[in-house]
C-alpha cells in the first residue's frame, strides 16, 4: 500500500474483539489467538483494512459469476439468490476434529442400526429401550417400509450433523439430518473462493483439502448398485430448479459426472425396474441418489398427486432393482424427539458410551419436562420436532409473552412433536461486518457417508454464521452466511 | 442423453442466438436510419415484424417511435423475443443442465444475464445503446466459443448446435421477409436502394463477405442469392441446412431426420431465388419458414421428452 492511501489502509484491528462472553474459535479470552490459527491471524494483521475489503468484494463477485445460489421461498419473483459466504475462515485444530469424526462416526453407526431395527424387529422397544408410543407417532415412520432390506442394512447413507459449541468450548450434536441434508456443495465451493480470494494464505498454512467428497459419494453410490456392473448408472434425482438445493443437486452431479434427473426422465417399466428417457431410448438405472422427500418420491405410493416423483418407484426399490439413497423411511431418526434417544442407541447396539455428546433436551410429552419448559419458555429454544431450516422456532430469550403463549397453546396441543434445549451460547468466529471485524455465531455441519463397507466424514464441514450482530440462526433461509472451514494442524 | 437434457440444450442455444441476432438488427437499423432521408427511411416499425410480435407491441404502445421500439426489443420483459427476455430464458434453460454444461458457458450464460439486467437503461440512451449491443453479441460469441472449445462435442454438443443453426436460418428469412418489403423503390428511395439492400447484409454480419463472394455491386438477386444460397456463408439458409445435416450424421437413429433435411436443401436448391420480388418472395419465404418450422417439429417428436 502506497502512503496516499493510507488513511484507508490501517492495519485490521481485532483489539475491541470480544473474546469473553462468548467462545471465539479463533481467538481466546486474553485476545490471543489460538495456537492453531496463529499462522492465521499473522495473515490477517498484516492486511489493510481496505485489503480485506476488497477481497470480500471480490468474493461476493465470484459467488454472483460462479451462480452460487439458494432459494428463499416465497420471494416472489427472484428464485434464486447468491450465497453469503464471509471470507475469515472458521479454523478447527486437526487434533480436535480427529474426535470429532471418531463420534459422528459412531453416532450414525448407531442411528443406522436404529432404523434397521425399526422396520425390523424393533428389538429396541421390546427391551425397552424406545418408548413404543413414540414409533407409533412418528411422522417419518413408512410404513411401506416394513420388512424391506436395502443393501448392507444401511438406511442412511449421507447423514448431515449440526454441530455447536457452546461458550465452555465443548462441542455438541444438535441434531442429524437423515433425510435429504443439504450444503455439501457449499462446503466445495466456498472453499474454491477462498483459494481464488487468498492463494497466498494456503501457502502458509497446512489446510486439508475437501474436494476429495464428490469422488466419496460417487464410489459410495456405485456400490450399492443392485447389478455388478464396472460402471452402474448412478442418477441424482432432483425436483427441479425450484427447490431451495437446486444449486447443489447440480453441482453433484456435475462433480460426480452422472445424469441430474427430474421425475418425469424416469419411468418404472413392467419389469420393476428403473429406465431413464434418452434420446437412444430407456436406459435402465441402478442408483438414484434422491433430493426428493419420501411422501414426493412416488405418486403410486405417498402423495397421489405428486408431480415430482416416479410412479412405481417404491416398486421397483422394495423389489431390489433400484437403489435409493437415503432410503425411503431413514427419515424416522431424523426427529429431535428421536435425537434424545441417541445416547441410549450406542449404548443398546453398541455398547459403548457416547463420544459427541447431544445437547440437553426436554421432551415436551413427559409431564416433568413440559412443566419445567412451561416455567423457563424464556430462557430455552423450542423446536418442532420435524421442522428444518430454522422454520417454526422459538427463541425464549428474543421471544414476547405472545409468541411463549402461543407456542405453549401449540406444544399442548401436540406434546410428542415439541423438544426444548437451553439456549446456548454458540461460538463465534471473526467476521467482516462492512468495515468492522466482529464475532459472529456459527454452527458446522459435516457429512457422513456410509455405505456398509466404510464410513467417511468431510473435512470439516460447512460453517455457518449468522451474519446478523447477535443473531443465533444460521439458516440460509434466515439471512444466515457461511465461512470456509480450515482443518489445520 | 437425457432427451430433457437434450431439448434443454437446444433451446438454449436457441434463445442464446436470438439474441444475439436481434442485437445486431438493432443495431445495423440504426446505422440505417442516420443514412436515408425522412422520407425514405422504414423507421423502426419494420423491426417489429422482424421478430412478429406486433400484436403484443401494439397492446402496449400507442406508435413506433424509437423510444417505444428499442425498449421493446431490448429490455421490455413483456415481449416474449426481447433481448432481456431470451437471455433470461437462456439462463433459466442453462441453469437446468448446469452439470452437463462447461461451467464456464453457465458462468457466461449468467454473467451477461445479470450484467443485463444491471444496465437495462444503458440500452434506451443513444449513446450507450451501440456499446451495450456489442456487449450482448460479444458475449454471446464467448458462449458460443466456449462450448465449442470446452464441450465435448458429443451428443449434447450436436443438440446445441441444431438449435443455434435452425434459429439463425429462420432469422435470415424473416430479415430477408420484412427488409425486402419495405424497401421502397419509387423515384425519391430509387437513390437509396443500395444502402437498403447492403442494410440487409449487414443485418446478417455478410456484407464483407458478400464483397468478397459477389461483387462490390448490390444487386437484389445476388444479395437473395447470398442469404438463401450461400454455401459458405454461416448465416445463410442453405448453409445451415447443410450443417444441420452434417451434424445429424454423428447421432443415433438418424435416417429419417437426414431424409427431412435433404428434402429442403433439394427443394431449397429448385427456388430460382435470385429472380424473386414482391409477393412471390414473401410467398416463398412464407413456405421456407413453415419447412424450417416442420423441421423443428419432427427433431421434437423423435428426440425431446413426452
Same mark, same amino acid.
Given at each position: 500500500?502506497?502512503?496516499?492511501?493510507?488513511?484507508?489502509?490501517?492495519?485490521?484491528?481485532?483489539?475491541?474483539?470480544?473474546?469473553?462472553?462468548?467462545?471465539?474459535?479463533?481467538?481466546?479470552?486474553?485476545?490471543?489467538?489460538?495456537?492453531?490459527?496463529?499462522?492465521?491471524?499473522?495473515?490477517?494483521?498484516?492486511?489493510?483494512?481496505?485489503?480485506?475489503?476488497?477481497?470480500?468484494?471480490?468474493?461476493?463477485?465470484?459467488?454472483?459469476?460462479?451462480?452460487?445460489?439458494?432459494?428463499?421461498?416465497?420471494?416472489?419473483?427472484?428464485?434464486?439468490?447468491?450465497?453469503?459466504?464471509?471470507?475469515?475462515?472458521?479454523?478447527?485444530?486437526?487434533?480436535?476434529?480427529?474426535?470429532?469424526?471418531?463420534?459422528?462416526?459412531?453416532?450414525?453407526?448407531?442411528?443406522?442400526?436404529?432404523?434397521?431395527?425399526?422396520?425390523?424387529?424393533?428389538?429396541?422397544?421390546?427391551?425397552?429401550?424406545?418408548?413404543?408410543?413414540?414409533?407409533?407417532?412418528?411422522?417419518?415412520?413408512?410404513?411401506?417400509?416394513?420388512?424391506?432390506?436395502?443393501? *448392507?442394512?444401511?438406511?442412511?447413507?449421507?447423514? +448431515?450433523? #449440526? /454441530? !455447536?459449541?457452546?461458550? &465452555?468450548?465443548?462441542? %455438541?450434536?444438535?441434531?442429524?439430518?437423515?433425510?435429504?441434508?443439504?450444503?455439501?456443495?457449499?462446503?466445495?465451493?466456498?472453499?474454491?473462493?477462498?483459494?481464488?480470494?487468498?492463494?497466498?494464505?494456503?501457502?502458509?498454512?497446512?489446510?486439508?483439502?475437501?474436494?476429495?467428497?464428490?469422488?466419496?459419494?460417487?464410489?459410495?453410490?456405485?456400490?450399492?448398485?443392485?447389478?455388478?456392473?464396472?460402471?452402474?448408472?448412478?442418477?441424482?434425482?432432483?425436483?427441479?430448479?425450484?427447490?431451495?438445493?437446486?444449486?447443489?443437486?447440480?453441482?453433484?452431479?456435475? *462433480?460426480?459426472?452422472?445424469?441430474?434427473?427430474? +421425475?418425469? #426422465? /424416469? !419411468?418404472?417399466?413392467? &419389469?420393476?425396474?428403473? %429406465?431413464?428417457?434418452?434420446?437412444?431410448?430407456?436406459?435402465?438405472?441402478?442408483?438414484?441418489?434422491?433430493?426428493?422427500?419420501?411422501?414426493?418420491?412416488?405418486?403410486?405410493?405417498?402423495?397421489?398427486?405428486?408431480?415430482?416423483?416416479?410412479?412405481?418407484?417404491?416398486?421397483?426399490?422394495?423389489?431390489?432393482?433400484?437403489?435409493?439413497?437415503?432410503?425411503?423411511?431413514?427419515?424416522?431418526?431424523?426427529?429431535?424427539?428421536?435425537?434424545?434417544?441417541?445416547?441410549?442407541?450406542?449404548?443398546?447396539?453398541?455398547?459403548?458410551?457416547?463420544?459427541?455428546?447431544?445437547?440437553?433436551?426436554?421432551?415436551?410429552?413427559?409431564? #416433568?419436562?413440559?412443566?419445567?419448559?412451561?416455567?423457563?419458555?424464556?430462557?430455552?429454544?423450542?423446536?418442532?420436532?420435524?421442522?428444518?431450516?430454522?422454520?417454526?422456532?422459538?427463541?425464549?430469550?428474543?421471544?414476547?409473552?405472545?409468541?411463549?403463549?402461543?407456542?405453549?397453546?401449540?406444544?399442548?396441543?401436540?406434546?410428542?412433536?415439541?423438544?426444548?434445549?437451553?439456549?446456548?451460547?454458540?461460538?463465534?468466529?471473526?467476521?467482516?461486518?462492512?468495515?468492522?471485524?466482529?464475532?459472529?455465531?456459527?454452527?458446522?455441519?459435516?457429512?457422513?457417508?456410509?455405505?456398509?463397507?466404510?464410513?467417511?466424514?468431510?473435512?470439516?464441514?460447512?460453517?455457518?454464521?449468522?451474519?446478523?450482530?447477535?443473531?443465533?440462526?444460521?439458516?440460509?433461509?434466515?439471512?444466515?452466511?457461511?465461512?470456509?472451514?480450515?482443518?489445520?494442524? | 442423453?437425457?432427451?430433457?437434457?437434450?431439448?434443454?440444450?437446444?433451446?438454449?442455444?436457441?434463445?442464446?442466438?436470438?439474441?444475439?441476432?436481434?442485437?445486431?438488427?438493432?443495431?445495423?437499423?440504426?446505422?440505417?436510419?442516420?443514412?436515408?432521408?425522412?422520407?425514405?427511411?422504414?423507421?423502426?416499425?419494420?423491426?417489429?415484424?422482424?421478430?412478429?410480435?406486433?400484436?403484443?407491441?401494439?397492446?402496449?404502445?400507442?406508435?413506433?417511435?424509437?423510444?417505444?421500439?428499442?425498449?421493446?426489443?431490448?429490455?421490455?420483459?413483456?415481449?416474449?423475443?426481447?433481448?432481456?427476455?431470451?437471455?433470461?430464458?437462456?439462463?433459466?434453460?442453462?441453469?437446468?443442465?448446469?452439470?452437463?454444461?462447461?461451467?464456464?458457458?453457465?458462468?457466461?450464460?449468467?454473467?451477461?444475464?445479470?450484467?443485463?439486467?444491471?444496465?437495462?437503461?444503458?440500452?434506451?440512451?443513444?449513446?450507450?445503446?451501440?456499446?451495450?449491443?456489442?456487449?450482448?453479441?460479444?458475449?454471446?460469441?464467448?458462449?458460443?466459443?466456449?462450448?465449442?472449445?470446452?464441450?465435448?462435442?458429443?451428443?449434447?454438443?450436436?443438440?446445441?448446435?441444431?438449435?443455434?443453426?435452425?434459429?439463425?436460418?429462420?432469422?435470415?428469412?424473416?430479415?430477408?421477409?420484412?427488409?425486402?418489403?419495405?424497401?421502397?423503390?419509387?423515384?425519391?428511395?430509387?437513390?437509396?436502394?443500395?444502402?437498403?439492400?447492403?442494410?440487409?447484409?449487414?443485418?446478417?454480419?455478410?456484407?464483407?463477405?458478400?464483397?468478397?463472394?459477389?461483387?462490390?455491386?448490390?444487386?437484389?438477386?445476388?444479395?437473395?442469392?447470398?442469404?438463401?444460397?450461400?454455401?459458405?456463408?454461416?448465416?445463410?439458409?442453405?448453409?445451415?441446412?447443410?450443417?444441420?445435416?452434417?451434424?445429424?450424421?454423428?447421432?443415433?437413429?438418424?435416417?429419417?431426420?437426414?431424409?427431412?433435411?435433404?428434402?429442403?436443401?433439394?427443394?431449397?436448391?429448385?427456388?430460382?431465388?435470385?429472380?424473386?420480388?414482391?409477393?412471390?418472395?414473401?410467398?416463398?419465404?412464407?413456405?421456407?419458414?413453415?419447412?424450417?418450422?416442420?423441421?423443428?417439429?419432427?427433431?421434437?417428436?423423435?428426440?425431446?421428452?413426452?
Amino acid at each position: 500500500m502506497s502512503k496516499q492511501t493510507q488513511s484507508q489502509s490501517q492495519s485490521v484491528d481485532l483489539s475491541g474483539y470480544d473474546g469473553v462472553n462468548f467462545y471465539d474459535e479463533l481467538i481466546d479470552e486474553n485476545g490471543k489467538p489460538r495456537e492453531h490459527g496463529k499462522v492465521l491471524m499473522d495473515y490477517l494483521s498484516q492486511l489493510s483494512t481496505s485489503e480485506l475489503k476488497s477481497a470480500q468484494d471480490a468474493a461476493d463477485l465470484a459467488v454472483k459469476e460462479m451462480g452460487i445460489t439458494f432459494t428463499v421461498y416465497g420471494e416472489g419473483s427472484s428464485i434464486d439468490r447468491s450465497w453469503p459466504i464471509d471470507i475469515i475462515p472458521r479454523i478447527i485444530a486437526n487434533r480436535e476434529w480427529k474426535q470429532i469424526e471418531a463420534g459422528l462416526k459412531q453416532r450414525v453407526k448407531a442411528l443406522n442400526m436404529f432404523i434397521d431395527d425399526l422396520y425390523h424387529d424393533q428389538k429396541i422397544i421390546k427391551d425397552g429401550v424406545f418408548p413404543k408410543e413414540l414409533l407409533s407417532k412418528s411422522v417419518n415412520f413408512r410404513k411401506q417400509c416394513v420388512g424391506i432390506t436395502p443393501p *448392507e442394512n444401511i438406511w442412511a447413507h449421507i447423514c +448431515g450433523s #449440526d /454441530l !455447536v459449541r457452546d461458550k &465452555d468450548g465443548t462441542m %455438541y450434536v444438535l441434531e442429524d439430518n437423515l433425510r435429504v441434508p443439504s450444503g455439501v456443495s457449499y462446503m466445495l465451493e466456498n472453499r474454491s473462493v477462498i483459494k481464488r480470494v487468498f492463494p497466498d494464505m494456503f501457502e502458509q498454512m497446512d489446510v486439508l483439502p475437501v474436494n476429495d467428497y464428490p469422488s466419496q459419494l460417487f464410489d459410495m453410490l456405485a456400490s450399492l448398485s443392485p447389478r455388478p456392473l464396472d460402471k452402474p448408472e448412478v442418477v441424482v434425482l432432483t425436483p427441479g430448479i425450484y427447490n431451495s438445493a437446486y444449486f447443489e443437486h447440480c453441482y453433484l452431479a456435475q *462433480e460426480m459426472g452422472c445424469e441430474l434427473v427430474e +421425475g418425469r #426422465d /424416469l !419411468v418404472v417399466e413392467r &419389469d420393476d425396474c428403473v %429406465y431413464m428417457k434418452t434420446i437412444q431410448g430407456l436406459r435402465r438405472v441402478d442408483v438414484i441418489y434422491r433430493r426428493i422427500d419420501d411422501m414426493f418420491l412416488d405418486p403410486e405410493a405417498f402423495h397421489p398427486d405428486s408431480m415430482l416423483g416416479v410412479p412405481g418407484l417404491m416398486r421397483a426399490w422394495s423389489k431390489g432393482k433400484v437403489t435409493l439413497v437415503n432410503a425411503p423411511g431413514a427419515g424416522v431418526a431424523d426427529d429431535k424427539v428421536v435425537y434424545t434417544y441417541v445416547p441410549d442407541m450406542i449404548r443398546y447396539y453398541l455398547s459403548e458410551e457416547i463420544k459427541l455428546p447431544n445437547v440437553d433436551t426436554y421432551r415436551c410429552y413427559e409431564p #416433568d419436562d413440559f412443566k419445567y419448559v412451561e416455567a423457563n419458555i424464556d430462557k430455552l429454544v423450542i423446536k418442532p420436532a420435524n421442522e428444518s431450516g430454522g422454520y417454526g422456532l422459538l427463541i425464549g430469550p428474543k421471544s414476547t409473552k405472545k409468541q411463549q403463549q402461543e407456542t405453549l397453546a401449540q406444544i399442548k396441543a401436540d406434546p410428542r412433536n415439541w423438544i426444548a434445549q437451553p439456549t446456548l451460547n454458540l461460538s463465534t468466529v471473526p467476521t467482516i461486518d462492512g468495515d468492522k471485524i466482529e464475532g459472529r455465531h456459527v454452527d458446522l455441519r459435516p457429512f457422513i457417508l456410509s455405505s456398509g463397507q466404510s464410513t467417511y466424514v468431510t473435512t470439516g464441514g460447512l460453517t455457518r454464521v449468522a451474519l446478523v450482530k447477535g443473531s443465533l440462526v444460521v439458516n440460509s433461509s434466515q439471512g444466515g452466511g457461511s465461512k470456509d472451514t480450515w482443518i489445520v494442524d | 442423453m437425457l432427451s430433457r437434457v437434450a431439448e434443454t440444450l437446444y433451446w438454449t442455444a436457441r434463445y442464446v442466438e436470438r439474441a444475439e441476432n436481434l442485437a445486431r438488427l438493432i443495431n445495423v437499423n440504426n446505422l440505417l436510419l442516420m443514412d436515408l432521408p425522412k422520407g425514405v427511411s422504414p423507421g423502426w416499425e419494420p423491426l417489429i415484424d422482424i421478430i412478429g410480435n406486433r400484436e403484443t407491441f401494439e397492446e402496449i404502445y400507442s406508435d413506433f417511435s424509437e423510444k417505444n421500439v428499442l425498449k421493446f426489443l431490448t429490455i421490455d420483459s413483456r415481449n416474449p423475443s426481447s433481448i432481456i427476455n431470451s437471455l433470461q430464458y437462456a439462463r433459466d434453460n442453462a441453469r437446468t443442465i448446469r452439470d452437463v454444461v462447461p461451467r464456464e458457458m453457465w458462468e457466461a450464460v449468467n454473467r451477461l444475464h445479470m450484467s443485463m439486467k444491471e444496465n437495462s437503461n444503458s440500452f434506451l440512451s443513444k449513446r450507450g445503446r451501440f456499446a451495450s449491443l456489442k456487449e450482448v453479441i460479444n458475449q454471446t460469441l464467448l458462449i458460443f466459443g466456449t462450448m465449442d472449445a470446452t464441450m465435448s462435442h458429443d451428443e449434447g454438443y450436436f443438440f446445441w448446435r441444431f438449435g443455434s443453426a435452425l434459429e439463425r436460418a429462420d432469422m435470415t428469412s424473416r430479415i430477408i421477409d420484412v427488409r425486402s418489403s419495405s424497401i421502397k423503390d419509387d423515384h425519391i428511395a430509387l437513390p437509396f436502394e443500395n444502402i437498403q439492400w447492403m442494410s440487409v447484409l449487414r443485418s446478417l454480419s455478410g456484407y464483407q463477405m458478400y464483397r468478397q463472394k459477389m461483387g462490390v455491386r448490390i444487386r437484389p438477386g445476388d444479395v437473395l442469392k447470398f442469404m438463401l444460397h450461400g454455401e459458405e456463408f454461416p448465416r445463410s439458409v442453405m448453409f445451415c441446412l447443410h450443417k444441420l445435416k452434417s451434424l445429424f450424421i454423428n447421432v443415433p437413429d438418424n435416417a429419417a431426420m437426414i431424409e427431412r433435411i435433404d428434402h429442403s436443401i433439394t427443394e431449397l436448391e429448385k427456388q430460382p431465388v435470385a429472380n424473386l420480388q414482391g409477393k412471390a418472395l414473401h410467398d416463398y419465404i412464407d413456405e421456407l419458414q413453415i419447412d424450417l418450422a416442420d423441421i423443428h417439429q419432427q427433431l421434437s417428436e423423435q428426440y425431446f421428452l413426452h
